[in-house]
Structure formats: C-alpha cells, structure tokens
C-alpha cells in the first residue's frame, strides 16, 4: 500500500469517530501530493457528509480541474449547490451530463419544481419512470405536482402506481385521501386516512384533515378527538384551534368553542380570524345566557 492509498485508508476509517482530524490527515496528504485527485474528492466528500457545502463545493472544483470532464464530480456540485437551494445553479451542473441515471433525473425534476418550472419537472420525472426505480418517492413526487396543477385524478392515477408496485404504505394512503378529499369524496378520503392511520401516519396535519373528513361524514365525535390531536402535536400553529371552534359553533357547542378560543389565547397570537369566531362566542353565550360572571 503506497501512502495516498494510506491516507485514504486513514481517513475512512477514521470519518465517523473524528472528521477534524481526518480534514487535517487529507489537507496534509494535498499539500504532499498536490496533483492527486482522489485526496481532494476524500476531502470534498468529507465537508459534504459534514454539510458543509461551499467548502464542499471549492474541493469538487479542484477536483474538477485536475479531471475537467468528470461527471461524478459536476454531479456532487450540483447536489450541494441545491441543497444550498440554489436551484438554477444546480440545474446549469446537472445539465452539463451526459449520462442519465434515477438519482440526478429526480434532482433535477425537483430542482425545476422549486423555480415554478412544474411543467419541465413532470417532463424529467416521466422520463426517470422508463428506469427501474426502487422506491415509491418518484411517483409520489409526480402526484404531489399533479396536485400543484390540482389535478386531482392524475395525482390518484400516479398514487395508485406507487401501490402497485411498491404495497400499501402510510404515505399513499395518506396522499389519497387528500386527493379525495380535494374532489370532495368524503367517505373514500376517509377510508384512506382510517388506512394511513394503521401504518402509522400521525402528524398534526394528518389528524386535522382525517378530522376534517370525518366532521363531512357526521362523525362529529370522532372529527373532534382527531382534531384535538392535531392540537397537541402542535399546540402553535392556530389552524386546528380554528378548525375546532368552527365545529364547536356549527353544533351549538359555544362553552367548548369558548374554552377553546382560552386555549388558543394562551398558545397563539390571537389572529383577525380567531377574534372574529370570539365576538361570535360572546354574541351566542350572551344571547343564551351561558357564562356566568
């Protein structure tokens, strides 16, 4: 083993116990061998694994001028350059290659995305779908645009594809029933939250549409609980208080939507919404004659 191969050998084994002291071991072996490229590509790889992306970027172009036409090393920049979220940047790298593969079609479709080009990015994303792909995220990519265009029914077609080929998951079912609810198809959004549930969906935003659904349904009891959910998982984001005083009012339930809008007074800045569903609290407690003082 001559001592490149020993320093890179050193610096692998050692990356995940002390990356200081692997970025001196590499900065040492460049200045020694300055021309050797595989030192530089260790240390750009080392500063990306770190996130550190324009430290990245510089050892990829010192790279790049000792292997010019190496797609590898244009593909490497063009990832940091979009997880820096310089999205047009990354876009002139990726386009620079010749080869077309799964990972760099889909970051660059998402690339487009991020610049309004949904169009562009449906075009990419239905060329990386001729590929064997081994994971369900393309699909569900497509949908989500699809969605952004609401076009409902196709974001459907491309969830039902991601069943088909890669089973039930969570995040299908979950995408399906916000399709369907979109369409307005209350029973099926419902029956697609109720599976998403079962493997294990369980975000505040999940709960307030399941919630939601349910409430279209008449399963008032249920939309309730499954709101309050939404509510605790996050206690600072005033949508699901809104919700559930709208549903509160909607069935008479004015001490609830009165305790509710208490709750929200106490967690969140008390918005032109919320101050509007309060003076309508006040007017139905009064005109009831509910709250005694």
């Given at each position: 083993?001559?001592?490149?191969?020993?320093?890179?050998?050193?610096?692998?084994?050692?990356?995940?116990?002390?990356?200081?002291?692997?970025?001196?071991?590499?900065?040492?072996?460049?200045?020694?061998?300055?021309?050797?490229?595989?030192?530089?590509?260790?240390?750009?790889?080392?500063?990306?694994?770190?996130?550190?992306?324009?430290?990245?970027?510089?050892?990829?172009?010192?790279?790049?001028?000792?292997?010019?036409?190496?797609?590898?090393?244009?593909?490497?920049?063009?990832?940091?350059?979009?997880?820096?979220?310089?999205?047009?940047?990354?876009?002139?790298?990726?386009?620079?290659?010749?080869?077309?593969?799964?990972?760099?079609?889909?970051?660059?479709?998402?690339?487009?995305?991020?610049?309004?080009?949904?169009?562009?990015?449906?075009?990419?994303?239905?060329?990386?779908?001729?590929?064997?792909?081994?994971?369900?995220?393309?699909?569900?990519?497509?949908?989500?645009?699809?969605?952004?265009?609401?076009?409902?029914?196709?974001?459907?077609?491309?969830?039902?594809?991601?069943e088909n080929s890669f089973g039930k998951r969570g995040t299908i079912c979950y995408l399906r029933g916000l399709a369907y609810f979109q369409l307005?198809?209350?029973?099926?959004?419902?029956?697609?939250?109720?599976?998403?549930?079962?493997?294990?969906?369980?975000?505040?935003?999940?709960?307030?549409?399941?919630?939601?659904?349910?409430?279209?349904?008449?399963?008032?009891?249920?939309?309730?609980n499954l709101i309050l959910k939404s509510v605790k998982l996050s206690p600072l984001e005033p949508v699901g208080y809104i919700e559930l005083i709208?549903?509160?009012?909607?069935?008479?339930?004015?001490?609830?939507?009165?305790?509710?809008?208490?709750?929200?007074?106490?967690?969140?800045?008390?918005?032109?919404?919320?101050?509007?569903?309060?003076?309508?609290?006040?007017?139905?407690?009064?005109?009831?004659?509910?709250?005694?003082?």
């Amino acid at each position: 083993m001559n001592k490149i191969e020993n320093i890179l050998w050193q610096a692998k084994l050692q990356k995940n116990k002390n990356w200081l002291k692997v970025r001196k071991l590499l900065k040492e072996g460049i200045e020694e061998f300055p021309g050797e490229k595989e030192l530089t590509l260790a240390l750009a790889d080392l500063y990306l694994s770190k996130k550190i992306y324009r430290n990245a970027i510089k050892q990829y172009q010192k790279a790049l001028e000792l292997d010019k036409n190496n797609e590898f090393t244009i593909f490497r920049i063009g990832n940091c350059f979009l997880s820096l979220n310089e999205y047009r940047i990354a876009i002139d790298h990726y386009e620079k290659l010749e080869k077309q593969f799964p990972e760099l079609l889909y970051n660059l479709a998402f690339a487009y995305s991020k610049i309004g080009r949904v169009d562009k990015s449906l075009e990419i994303l239905t060329n990386l779908l001729k590929f064997k792909v081994n994971s369900e995220l393309p699909y569900i990519f497509v949908a989500e645009l699809y969605f952004s265009k609401n076009k409902f029914k196709k974001a459907i077609e491309y969830i039902d594809k991601a069943e088909n080929s890669f089973g039930k998951r969570g995040t299908i079912c979950y995408l399906r029933g916000l399709a369907y609810f979109q369409l307005r198809n209350w029973l099926k959004a419902y029956v697609e939250f109720q599976h998403a549930e079962k493997l294990k969906v369980g975000s505040s935003h999940f709960y307030r549409n399941f919630g939601l659904t349910s409430e279209k349904i008449g399963k008032t009891s249920e939309a309730i609980n499954l709101i309050l959910k939404s509510v605790k998982l996050s206690p600072l984001e005033p949508v699901g208080y809104i919700e559930l005083i709208k549903i509160y009012l909607f069935h008479n339930r004015y001490m609830e939507a009165y305790s509710m809008v208490q709750l929200a007074k106490r967690n969140v800045p008390f918005s032109i919404t919320l101050s509007m569903l309060y003076n309508r609290i006040l007017e139905k407690i009064d005109k009831h004659k509910l709250l005694k003082i």
